[in-house]
């Protein structure tokens, strides 16, 4: 571990996506931001995170308790955490700023949970959260896209004006998905992973709902668990390696923050 206790604080916002798109591998933040917190060390910023909400706020907490009354307030979501390269080499960090995180949390807000997802799509387990005792809440598909000539990822929320040249194409009012038809015409593929859940109990109250769901700590996914796959039809996938892709290419990812 370091040598000095990590300080958790609020950075401006100009600060912390410089350092995310720096330092990040996917160079897209979430609309939903509510703190940017810098991880210093001595003065040094060390690491960078992003907490907000997702695309769906309030369907993320109802779905992981369905029968009770907690609202988008209730919890805060891990948009993005990134750190000094340095900083990932070591086995320690990711433990150690999570907990400055999860102990800022408490001292700062009244949420009753921290909410984060690590993404199968590109080989994550959520190994980090593991180490940080976190519960486990199982998994969902998530769906991408990639350029076959560049590389890039394509997430959906990022491929508005690909939806929106796909309903012309097809001369239909609206698309929420691109047609596989429209795919092959552009070049790029539909590739689909699994997202892991966690979540961490900031309060009692939290601690006290939990133990009434089957969310477990130690339960977790490993490397066996990743599922990949390409759209290579209508309807109609095929099991793949784990794809890769190029994080620099910004052909369709032109989000201006």
């Not at 996917?26 to 907490?51: D, H, M, N, W």
Request: charged share 25%; proline share 4%.
């Amino acid at each position: 571990m370091t040598n000095t206790p990590l300080i958790l604080k609020e950075i401006s916002k100009d600060e912390a996506i410089s350092f995310i798109r720096q330092y990040h591998y996917s160079k897209i933040l979430p609309r939903l931001c509510k703190y940017f917190l810098g991880i210093f060390s001595e003065e040094k910023l060390l690491g960078v995170v992003e907490l907000g909400w997702g695309t769906q706020p309030l369907q993320t907490i109802r779905k992981l308790f369905p029968d009770s009354s907690l609202q988008t307030t209730d919890y805060l979501e891990i948009g993005k955490m990134c750190f000094l390269p340095e900083m990932n080499q070591t086995n320690y960090f990711g433990s150690q700023a999570l907990s400055a995180l999860i102990k800022w949390l408490k001292e700062h807000t009244d949420c009753h949970f921290l909410y984060t997802l690590a993404d199968g799509i590109e080989g994550k387990c959520g190994y980090v959260y593991q180490a940080s005792n976190f519960f486990y809440c199982g998994y969902f598909k998530t769906s991408v896209y990639r350029d076959k000539q560049s590389w890039e990822k394509i997430h959906p929320r990022s491929a508005r004006l690909l939806l929106e040249e796909n309903a012309r194409f097809e001369q239909v009012e609206k698309k929420h998905w691109l047609s596989q038809a429209f795919c092959e015409y552009k070049g790029i593929e539909k590739i689909n992973g699994r997202m892991f859940r966690y979540l961490y109990p900031l309060t009692k109250e939290a601690k006290k709902l939990l133990g009434h769901t089957l969310y477990r700590r130690h339960y977790y996914p490993k490397e066996k668990n990743l599922r990949f796959e390409k759209r290579i039809a209508y309807q109609k996938y095929e099991a793949i390696s784990q794809p890769t892709f190029d994080k620099q290419a910004r052909i369709y990812n032109t989000q201006l923050f």
